[in-house]
């Protein structure tokens, strides 16, 4: 039989426990956005490497792009590298993209995304297909109006027509740094053909049990919450006591207390 804790003992417990802690944070299936980026501080930012520069999206400021947007000139990739993600099981990554000038929309004329190395997209895209009907191919869906000649409507750079397309994929993904690339290979030299790349939102499915409150967060809210469970012997499924019996052992004691002190202060607020 346990022996009552009375709260000072608690207290004494827990508060080295949580300033010996360290690691990551989430209640167990939050989404939430671990990165965000418009561009329109004009920078491209630390986690960015590889070619491309932040330039202006002209005439397609009016479908969302602002003032500046991220574009590449050149065939090789450019990255974003998110470093520290807490425990999570799926990632969702939002752009919208632009199709600048004569992409051809032919066999090699792929855009590809990569995660990690592996692509999530890998597709034909351009403002002209064989036969030179339609516009806007490629991934997700298109947000410019379709085109009215060959050469319209055209928003900037080189005289072709231009579009921009709203893209959205989810992928499975737990590793703790994700590097994710976005490449047009088979690019024709600049003026001729280009892409750029806005309005960047990459969220998670955050799995961090000791985070009892839903923000992806372990802190003060989150040991209130236990706190309150503390010294429960009647956890079961699904549960658990507001979630503290986090080993699933039937009562909020010491190793579920260890769990949350390890977790201590980590989560999205770390990235
Ligand atoms: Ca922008
Ligand atoms: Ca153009
Ligand atoms: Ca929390
Ligand atoms: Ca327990």
């Not at 491209?44 to 397609?60: E, F, K, M, R, V």
């Not at 520290?84 to 004329?109: C, E, I, K, R, Y």
């Not at 928003?155 to 027509?161: D, H, S, V």
């Amino acid at each position: 039989m346990k022996t009552p804790i009375t709260t000072a003992k608690l207290f004494a417990v827990l508060i080295p426990a949580l300033l010996m802690a360290i690691c990551s944070a989430s209640q167990a299936g939050v989404s939430v956005e671990v990165y965000s980026q418009n561009f329109e501080s004009g920078l491209l930012g630390t986690q960015w490497s590889g070619d491309a520069t932040i330039q202006s999206p002209y005439g397609l400021s009016v479908f969302g792009f602002g003032n500046w947007h991220l574009k590449s000139d050149s065939p090789s990739a450019c990255i974003l590298t998110l470093p520290g993600l807490p425990p999570h099981s799926s990632m969702t990554l939002s752009f919208t993209l632009a199709l600048w000038d004569s992409v051809d929309a032919h066999q090699n004329d792929l855009f590809q995304v990569k995660v990690d190395g592996i692509f999530v997209i890998n597709e034909v895209f351009g403002n002209y297909v064989l036969t030179n009907q339609g516009q806007s191919v490629g991934p997700g869906v298109p947000i410019t109006p379709p085109f009215t000649a060959y050469y319209e409507p055209d928003y900037g750079y080189i005289n072709f027509r231009d579009s921009a397309r709203a893209v959205s994929v989810t992928l499975s993904h737990s590793a703790s740094t994700a590097a994710i690339s976005f490449q047009y290979p088979a690019m024709q030299p600049p003026p001729d053909e280009a892409f750029g790349i806005d309005n960047i939102v990459v969220t998670i499915v955050c799995e961090l049990p000791a985070d009892l409150t839903g923000d992806c967060f372990v802190d003060m809210e989150d040991f209130a919450v236990f706190a309150s469970e503390w010294l429960r012997d009647d956890c079961i499924a699904p549960e658990w006591c507001g979630g503290a019996d986090f080993d699933g052992s039937g009562n909020v004691w010491f190793d579920d207390l260890k769990e949350l002190s390890t977790k201590w202060l980590t989560g999205v607020s770390n990235l």
